[in-house]
C-alpha cells in the first residue's frame, strides 16, 4: 500500500481524533555507561503541533500511526507509558497502541530491546534476558530526566505494557519473580509451548550467572499498573510473588485456540495467581496472539510467506474475527479504562 492510501485507510479507521489531538514523535538512543547496550527508544507525546503529520512505523508489511515528528510536547505533567515489545518485535509493532494512548494525553515510550529484534537477533544479548526489564527501567530514567524533551512526566502515574515475550518483561518489572528451575520443571512437562522454545533459544542459563540473574528482583518500584498482552513464560513465574504484586495488573488474553500458547496456561493461570482485588482479566474471543501487532497491509501475507513460509500467520486474526482495527480498539478501551482508575 502506498503511503498516501495508507493515511487515508488510517484516518477513516481513527476519524476526527487525528486532526483535534495531534501527537509528535520522537526518536533517541540511551547511552550505557560501557556502551555495550544502547538501547533505541521511540517516544509519542501529546502535542499542540500544527504541522503536517507523517506515517510512522510504515513498511511494506504494516500500516504506520500519523504523528509530527519532533513537535514540541504539549506543556504540563502527563501519565507515562512504556512498552515492551515481544520477542522478534520491535517499537514499531505496538505503534498503533502507543498512537492512541498519546492522544489521550499519555507519554508513551517503547524501546528495542537488543537481541530480541526483528533486526537485532544477537545470541549473546538475547541470552541476557534480565536486562529486558532494565531496558524499561532505563527508559523511565529518560522520561523523568530533566530537561526533557519529550515533555513532563508525572512520576507518580507510569505504567508497563507488554505483548507476548514482552509481557513477561513487564511482570518482572511490576514485581513478579522468575524461577528457573520451576520454569525447567515445566517445560519438561509441556515442552511444546512456545515459551519453552523461545527460552531455549534465548538460552539465559548458558550465560555466567544467568540463572541467578534471572531469579533475582527485577522490580521497578516506580511502576504503579502493569498490563500484559497474550504474555509468554509466565508459568515460570512464582506464585508468591504473584500473590504479592504491589500494583493493580489488566491481564489480556487471545480467545483464539492455541496449542503452543493456549490462554489457559499462560495468561488465565497467571491471572488466577494474582490478587483478585487488583487483577483484571479479558480473553477476546476472537485474537490471536498476533491481533496485538499493527495491521498488515493488503499483499502482506504473501509478501511474509515468499520471505520466511508460513510467517503469514502475523496477518491473520481468530476464526471468524473482526477486523483487526477493531480488536484493537476493544484492546485501547479495555487499557484506557484500566489506566484511568
Known amino acids: ?42 517516544v509519542w507525546s501529546p502535542s499542540t503541533s500544527t504541522a503536517q503529520p507523517k506515517l510512522i512505523a510504515d513498511n511494506l508489511v504494516f500500516i504506520g500511526v500519523l504523528a509530527v515528528p519532533d513537535a514540541a510536547p504539549t506543556p504540563g505533567k502527563h501519565p507515562v507509558v512504556v512498552l515492551s515489545h515481544g520477542y522478534g518485535g520491535n517499537w514499531g509493532k505496538q505503534a498503533w497502541l502507543a498512537s492512541a494512548l498519546a492522544r489521550q494525553g499519555y507519554i508513551v515510550a517503547a524501546v528495542n530491546h537488543p537481541g530480541t529484534t526483528s533486526q537485532d537477533r544477537s545470541a549473546q544479548a538475547a541470552a541476557q534476558l534480565w536486562q529486558r526489564p532494565k531496558d524499561l527501567s532505563r527508559a523511565i530514567d529518560a522520561l523523568l530526566a530533566q530537561a526533557t ?32 528451575a ?10 511444546t509451548l512456545v515459551a519453552c522454545t523461545a527460552y531455549r533459544e534465548m538460552n539465559p542459563e548458558g550465560t555466567p550467572n544467568g540463572k541467578a540473574q534471572l531469579a533475582a528482583d527485577l522490580s521497578d518500584k516506580r511502576v504503579t499498573a502493569v498490563v500484559s498482552l497474550d504474555l509468554g513464560l509466565s508459568r515460570g513465574f512464582t506464585d508468591a510473588s504473584l500473590a504479592a504484586l ?96
Not at 555495550?36 to 521511540?42: H, N
Request: one cysteine or more.
Open 149 to 180: 524533551p519529550f515533555g513532563e512526566a508525572d512520576s507518580g502515574r507510569i505504567a508497563v505494557i507488554g505483548h507476548s515475550l514482552g509481557g513477561w518483561t513487564v511482570m518482572e518489572s511490576a514485581g513478579a519473580r522468575f524461577d528457573p
Open 246 to 341: 504491589p500494583v493493580p495488573a489488566l491481564v489480556i488474553a487471545a480467545g483464539e485456540p492455541s496449542a503452543d500458547l493456549p490462554a489457559q496456561m499462560e495468561s488465565a493461570d497467571m491471572a488466577k495467581r494474582l490478587p483478585k482485588t487488583s487483577t483484571q482479566y479479558v480473553e477476546i474471543h476472537d485474537a490471536n496472539h498476533f491481533s496485538f501487532m499493527s495491521q498488515c497491509k493488503p499483499g502482506a501475507a504473501a509478501l511474509l510467506d515468499a520471505d520466511v513460509p508460513g510467517d503469514s500467520i502475523i496477518c491473520q486474526d481468530g476464526k471468524g474475527a473482526r477486523p483487526r482495527p477493531v480488536i484493537q480498539q476493544q484492546v485501547i478501551t479495555l487499557i484506557s479504562e484500566f489506566l484511568a482508575r
Open 1 to 42: 500500500m502506498k503511503a498516501p492510501l495508507a493515511a487515508l485507510l488510517l484516518i477513516s479507521l481513527t476519524g476526527p481524533a487525528l486532526a483535534n489531538d495531534p501527537i509528535g514523535f520522537q526518536t533517541t538512543t540511551i547511552p550505557d555507561t560501557h556502551n555495550i547496550r544502547p538501547l533505541e527508544m521511540a
Open 182 to 191: 520451576l520454569f525447567a520443571r515445566d517445560c519438561n512437562a509441556h515442552p
